[in-house]
């Protein structure tokens, strides 16, 4: 089964930096894609970057893009998300997430979930 393991995630200031890393031990060909969402308390998990293994095509939120980077490694099963210039309201658990879609934007899109890593971000 498909396996998704986030790190990377922590306390960091406003104007800060995280980069968050998810390693995927069980991928298959209908895993086609990875991506990132994440949730705050009392509000939906909501998509934040995505990325397809075949091409590395890309696709980000209005809210992260120009501060948030999505990038994979094949030969690892690994994709990272680098967040620079990081604001109050970037705090969430992000999820790692894979599907089968060319790109997975949507929750109903997503097959796999990580187990969660908290980023908050202090003002």
């Known amino acids: 089964q498909v396996h998704l393991v986030e790190s990377g995630g922590g306390l960091v200031q406003a104007g800060g930096s995280l980069r968050l890393s998810c390693a995927d031990s069980?991928?298959?060909?209908?895993?086609?894609?990875m991506g990132w969402f994440r949730q705050a308390p009392g509000k939906e998990r909501e998509f934040v970057a995505t990325i397809s293994w075949a091409r590395g095509s890309t696709m980000y939120a209005d809210s992260v893009k120009g501060r948030f980077t999505i990038s994979r490694d094949s030969a690892k099963n690994t994709v990272n998300l680098q967040m620079n210039s990081l604001k109050p309201e970037d705090t969430a658990v992000y999820y790692c997430?894979?599907?089968?879609?060319?790109?997975?934007?949507?929750?109903?899109?997503?097959?796999?979930w990580g187990q969660g890593t908290q980023v908050t971000v202090s003002s």
């Open positions: 069980g991928r298959t060909f209908s895993t086609n894609a």
């Open positions: 997430a894979a599907g089968r879609p060319w790109l997975v934007s949507v929750v109903s899109a997503v097959d796999y």
